[in-house]
């Protein structure tokens, strides 16, 4: 069944085969989904004719899931034409083609699932950026203990040695997961500690090194000096390896973390995204936003806070979790 059918199926209420992936998508998107089904079943019981009216209450119940201002006027411009072309009039010939609509709209991005790239002959490193309290360190704790469960020999950098807090967090993960922290003294040169960790890493062969960073955005200057010197370590250090930065947001905070991530692309190369909390919110649209209006590929979410709970970002998965038993139907 292609995954259109899939979510079609889905979408009326009827069973469809699930992986342990796809119900971890649908958990950890409840809120949103549950908050969008009630909205979209609002608008359909008022539901007369596809006018003016409609559209401007489809564009409240989409802003209102934080999909954004300017997503939002994309998708209903498309559908209006759609409706037009097809000559929708009755509800379900309108329902199908909102959902075909949202759905290309991902299709016409990449669906690829966007995973990390490992370096097959040696190092990686992946920098953590993002503001306090977004769930960084969480993160790379789960991220480090995915890592090594798969086998790979994973070590951590304390590299945000702003808070001496943030270093005795991160060495509490290192604990739990098992996994070796590098650190220096609170107050002291991140890029030192980011010396240090590579040259650990190197020795001991490590698979992959990811290096926590402060995350003083009320600092622009500072904050983009401190990272171009730990990257400028990191390539002088190691000319051939991979870098990802990964900026870690917190999906709550809704269309904040779209202002967060358009600061720190200001500021430094992000080459893709950490969504975390999606579960604690139910204006998941946030992930649209940010694909549509961003160009920046989210590489993982966060649904939950077990381990486990942190899921590589499927785009299918989500846009399924987002939409199974929409309509209609008591979830
Ligand atoms: N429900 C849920 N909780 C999460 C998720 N990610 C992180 N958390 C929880 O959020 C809490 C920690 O959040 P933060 O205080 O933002 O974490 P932190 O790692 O200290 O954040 P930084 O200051 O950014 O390093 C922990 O209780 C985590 O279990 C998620 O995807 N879903």
Same mark, same amino acid.
């Given at each position: 069944?292609?995954?259109?059918?899939?979510?079609?199926?889905?979408?009326?209420?009827?069973?469809?085969?699930?992986? $342990? @992936? =796809?119900?971890?998508?649908?958990?950890?998107? $409840?809120?949103?989904?549950?908050?969008?089904?009630?909205?979209?079943?609002?608008?359909?019981?008022?539901?007369? =004719?596809?006018?003016?009216?409609?559209?401007?209450?489809?564009?409240?119940?989409?802003?209102?899931?934080?999909?954004?201002?300017?997503?939002?006027?994309?998708?209903?411009?498309?559908?209006?034409?759609?409706?037009?072309?097809?000559?929708?009039?009755?509800?379900?010939?309108?329902?199908?083609?909102?959902?075909?609509?949202?759905?290309?709209?991902? $299709?016409?991005?990449?669906?690829?699932?966007?995973?990390?790239?490992?370096?097959?002959?040696?190092?990686?490193?992946?920098?953590?950026?993002?503001?306090?309290?977004?769930?960084?360190?969480?993160?790379?704790?789960?991220?480090?203990?995915?890592?090594?469960?798969?086998?790979?020999?994973?070590?951590?950098?304390?590299?945000? =040695?702003?808070?001496?807090?943030?270093?005795?967090?991160?060495?509490?993960?290192? $604990?739990?997961?098992?996994?070796?922290?590098?650190?220096?003294?609170?107050?002291?040169?991140?890029?030192?500690?980011?010396?240090?960790?590579?040259?650990?890493?190197?020795?001991?062969?490590?698979?992959?090194?990811?290096?926590? =960073?402060?995350?003083?955005?009320?600092?622009?200057?500072?904050?983009?000096?401190?990272?171009?010197?730990?990257?400028? @370590?990191?390539?002088?250090?190691?000319?051939?390896?991979?870098?990802?930065?990964?900026?870690?947001?917190?999906?709550?905070?809704?269309?904040?973390?779209?202002?967060?991530?358009?600061?720190?692309?200001?500021?430094?190369?992000?080459?893709?995204?950490?969504?975390?909390?999606?579960?604690?919110?139910?204006?998941?649209?946030?992930?649209?936003?940010?694909?549509?209006?961003?160009?920046?590929?989210?590489?993982?979410?966060?649904?939950?806070?077990?381990?486990?709970?942190?899921?590589?970002?499927?785009?299918?998965?989500?846009?399924?979790?987002?939409?199974?038993?929409?309509?209609?139907?008591?979830?």
């Amino acid at each position: 069944m292609g995954f259109f059918d899939k979510i079609k199926k889905a979408f009326t209420g009827e069973e469809v085969e699930k992986t $342990e @992936v =796809t119900e971890k998508y649908e958990k950890g998107l $409840e809120k949103t989904r549950k908050s969008f089904s009630e909205r979209m079943n609002e608008l359909f019981a008022n539901f007369r =004719t596809v006018d003016e009216d409609f559209f401007d209450e489809l564009e409240e119940v989409l802003i209102g899931s934080d999909v954004g201002f300017e997503t939002t006027m994309e998708i209903t411009d498309a559908l209006r034409q759609e409706v037009k072309l097809r000559n929708a009039k009755n509800q379900n010939e309108v329902q199908e083609a909102i959902i075909e609509k949202l759905v290309e709209l991902y $299709e016409r991005g990449d669906t690829e699932i966007p995973e990390i790239k490992l370096n097959p002959t040696g190092l990686t490193v992946i920098l953590f950026v993002g503001v306090n309290g977004v769930g960084k360190t969480t993160t790379i704790g789960k991220m480090a203990h995915q890592y090594q469960v798969a086998g790979k020999k994973v070590l951590l950098a304390a590299g945000d =040695t702003f808070r001496a807090g943030a270093i005795d967090q991160l060495k509490v993960w290192g $604990e739990r997961v098992n996994v070796e922290v590098v650190s220096g003294p609170a107050g002291g040169d991140p890029a030192a500690v980011v010396f240090d960790a590579v040259k650990q890493a190197k020795n001991q062969q490590a698979d992959i090194l990811m290096v926590d =960073t402060a995350g003083r955005l009320q600092n622009k200057v500072n904050l983009m000096n401190e990272l171009e010197k730990m990257k400028r @370590v990191i390539d002088r250090e190691l000319p051939d390896t991979p870098l990802e930065v990964l900026l870690v947001l917190d999906a709550t905070t809704g269309q904040n973390a779209m202002l967060q991530a358009k600061q720190f692309k200001e500021t430094t190369d992000v080459t893709g995204l950490v969504l975390t909390k999606l579960d604690g919110t139910a204006k998941g649209g946030i992930v649209l936003a940010i694909r549509n209006e961003l160009n920046i590929p989210v590489k993982y979410v966060g649904l939950g806070e077990g381990m486990d709970d942190l899921q590589v970002f499927d785009p299918n998965e989500y846009v399924f979790g987002l939409f199974s038993q929409l309509i209609n139907k008591e979830n």
